[in-house]
């Protein structure tokens, strides 16, 4: 019975590791289509502090 506990908590951390996986797999799709698509203006502000400074 205790090997069937031991067993069960082992399954359950890989599967929370799987999840963390994928959750941060979409945080990195979306944190780079935000750079794709603002890429220009980012640029162009970044450009413009170092102008000033």
Do not use: C, H, P
Request: net charge negative.
């Amino acid at each position: 019975m205790l090997k069937k506990m031991e067993q069960f908590v082992r399954e359950e951390e890989g599967q929370g590791m799987a999840e963390y996986g994928l959750i941060l797999a979409g945080v990195a799709v979306v944190a780079a289509a935000i750079f794709v698509t603002l890429g220009g203006k980012i640029n162009t502000l970044i450009q413009s502090v170092i102008d000033k400074l």
